[in-house]
């Protein structure tokens, strides 16, 4: 059982590591910051994490994702890949990355597997070797470790234990393990965006390697990426039947502020920029949208608000409601219940949208 600190409402829905409510949050946020900010910065630190992006004005700045990091002297990042160096940025980049990988058959227990080529009948033949989902074939998956983002209910958060390691892998050797059975890469995390000039420069050395055949990009995302980044993201996955999936894990800055310690602004726009380029390639679709049904945060009444921003967009963009599962410092929480889940799914429909659905059924519980 949880108790709001600001409020002192006591549910089994209210986490104890973040111990505010979504009322408090969404109403009285002025008040509930400083608890908040002290939530992320420990956790920060606990992994020996930057509390806050730095913003040393004569430090190094680095312009991959919204953070902007100023990075002092012998200081890092707020994602901890990259550091200053003698007045230059070092670690990750464009020649290596942190990450791992491996073959995942198709197909594949993704965001996406319902909409996209390698698990159903989009694409062929064009972009799919199947007029159907993709048996025999897989995905190459590659989880690149680092995040731009906080969030208390992340659920891959042992990509925080590997971000000293020294093991770098160099696009051309990634690249390399795309075989005549790969028939899409997909990069995820973590989360790409740290990353994104080495994932790019692997999508180019791949697709030119496999230029006669199937391969199509996808990429896996939070969607704080600088925006000329994601035209180029953009770029790739059109031209190779890929898609880019957006978590978009709150519409309410507040609410996204307390579950992942950053704003959803560079978020929003972001998916606007890419919605706009739907219409070049609707089949199969650029564009999808995911939202974890955290309980107690992000309810029917958030998801309704995602869902209404989306439809504005195209009601034609997928739409994921997926059933969360307790991790993290947010491993107190139920499942999602089913009542929650059926009921932010007739609200998305309600808005307009043409493409929801609920995943991670086998999640779900009974009622709070």
Not at 148 to 174: A, D, G, I, V
Not at 264 to 280: C, E, G, I, P, W
């Amino acid at each position: 059982m949880g108790r709001c600190f600001n409020c002192g409402k006591e549910s089994p829905i209210i986490s104890r590591n973040l111990g505010v409510c979504l009322e408090c949050i969404c109403h009285n946020f002025k008040e509930v910051l400083p608890r908040i900010e002290a939530v992320h910065r420990r956790l920060q630190m606990e992994f020996d994490l930057p509390k806050e992006p730095p913003r040393n004005t004569n430090g190094v700045k680095c312009n991959i994702c919204m953070n902007g990091c100023q990075i002092p002297e012998g200081g890092k990042g707020y994602c901890g890949l990259r550091t200053n160096q003698g007045g230059k940025l070092a670690g990750v980049g464009k020649k290596e990355a942190n990450l791992d990988w491996y073959h995942d058959p198709l197909p594949t227990n993704c965001v996406a597997d319902w909409v996209c080529p390698g698990g159903t009948d989009v694409g062929y033949p064009e972009f799919s070797y199947s007029p159907g989902p993709e048996y025999g074939y897989r995905n190459l998956a590659v989880f690149y470790n680092g995040c731009s983002f906080n969030c208390l209910f992340c659920q891959n958060w042992h990509y925080r234990q590997r971000l000293k390691r020294t093991q770098r892998l160099s696009p051309e050797e990634l690249a390399g393990y795309v075989d005549l059975k790969t028939s899409c890469i997909c990069y995820f995390g973590g989360d790409p965006t740290p990353q994104l000039p080495h994932s790019l420069e692997v999508s180019r050395i791949a697709i030119e390697q496999n230029k006669d055949r199937v391969l199509r990009i996808c990429w896996e995302t939070n969607g704080t990426m600088n925006p000329r980044l994601l035209e180029e993201m953009v770029e790739v996955s059109l031209r190779s039947g890929g898609c880019i999936k957006f978590d978009l894990k709150a519409w309410t800055e507040e609410l996204n502020i307390a579950l992942c310690g950053r704003s959803n602004k560079r978020t929003l726009s972001n998916f606007k920029l890419v919605a706009q380029k739907m219409k070049l390639r609707p089949d199969p679709p650029l564009l999808i949208a995911s939202t974890l049904l955290v309980p107690g945060y992000v309810d029917a009444s958030e998801v309704t608000k995602i869902a209404g921003f989306i439809a504005s967009l195209d009601p034609k963009i997928p739409y994921s409601l997926l059933g969360f599962y307790p991790h993290f410092y947010m491993r107190d929480l139920p499942t999602t219940s089913k009542r929650h889940a059926e009921d932010a799914l007739r609200r998305a429909q309600t808005e307009g949208l043409e493409k929801v659905r609920i995943g991670n059924i086998h999640l779900l519980g009974d009622a709070y």
